[in-house]
């Protein structure tokens, strides 16, 4: 059974087109990521939510935001999707207590065009 | 601050062989650690994890991994490489509050 689950799985949206990726969850974990993926690197945290407190990475650009309305749900909307934002984009979740895993959705696979 | 390195973007082997991917990390601290594999198009999906204890770790898939304190590695092993193995592997360790932070990853091609 899917315990994070994304959708949807491949976006295609227009240059500087406002985008909502979606990440749910069954888990009822604390945390909540948000990572960037581009094509042969290692996932980028882009930001994570720990309950309602938002964590903002130091280099993650404006044009990111996220929403968490609750604890099952988290968004990722990018504002104004430029070419270098194609990407894959993980959702992940965490206990957040103790050096627990991270659980990883599919993914959103982004295009840009 | 923390940080993993993972000796060699790309390893291929034949069916049947051994596996080696290398992590070696940074840490000030004890580390948690952990090794994901990513097929393509996929999530993560995590395979083994050191917290403490015992030093060798078992995970899914025939891998396994030991944690040596003295070489700063996390070394993950499988003695027998088999078709379904071939995926982009990442060790990653726990930085601070919960985030995982990661290497570079090593793609494994498994050659018939």
């Known amino acids: 059974d899917a315990m994070v689950i994304q959708n949807p799985r491949y976006q295609v949206t227009q240059f500087g087109k406002p985008v909502t990726l979606s990440c749910s969850q069954t888990?009822?974990?604390?945390?909540m990521y948000w990572y960037q993926q581009k094509s042969s690197q290692a996932p980028k945290l882009l930001f994570h939510?720990?309950?309602?407190?938002?964590?903002n990475e130091a280099d993650t650009p404006d044009n990111f935001q996220s929403r968490r309305p609750n604890t099952s749900f988290c968004f990722l909307d990018i504002r104004s999707p430029g070419l270098g934002d194609a990407a894959m984009y993980l959702c992940?979740?965490?206990?957040?207590?103790?050096?627990?895993?991270?659980?990883f959705g599919q993914g959103t696979r982004l295009t840009v065009v | 601050a923390q940080s993993v390195t993972q000796l060699g973007s790309h390893v291929s082997v034949s069916e049947g062989a051994l596996v080696l991917l290398r992590c070696n990390y940074s840490?000030?601290?004890?580390?948690?650690l952990f090794w994901y594999v990513q097929y393509p198009n996929q999530g993560l999906q995590l395979l083994l994890k050191y917290t403490t204890g015992a030093t060798l770790v078992k995970g899914i898939n025939g891998f396994e991994a030991e944690f040596k304190k003295s070489e700063t590695s996390f070394h993950l092993t499988k003695p027998s490489a088999h078709m379904s193995d071939a995926a982009e592997y990442f060790c990653a360790l726990i930085q601070g509050a919960q985030k995982l932070v990661f290497g570079q990853g090593t793609r494994l091609t498994i050659n018939p």
């Open positions: 840490s000030s601290v004890p580390p948690y």
């Open positions: 992940a979740t965490s206990r957040g207590t103790g050096p627990t895993e991270a659980f």
């Open positions: 888990l009822n974990h604390n945390v």
């Open positions: 939510y720990y309950d309602k407190d938002f964590n």
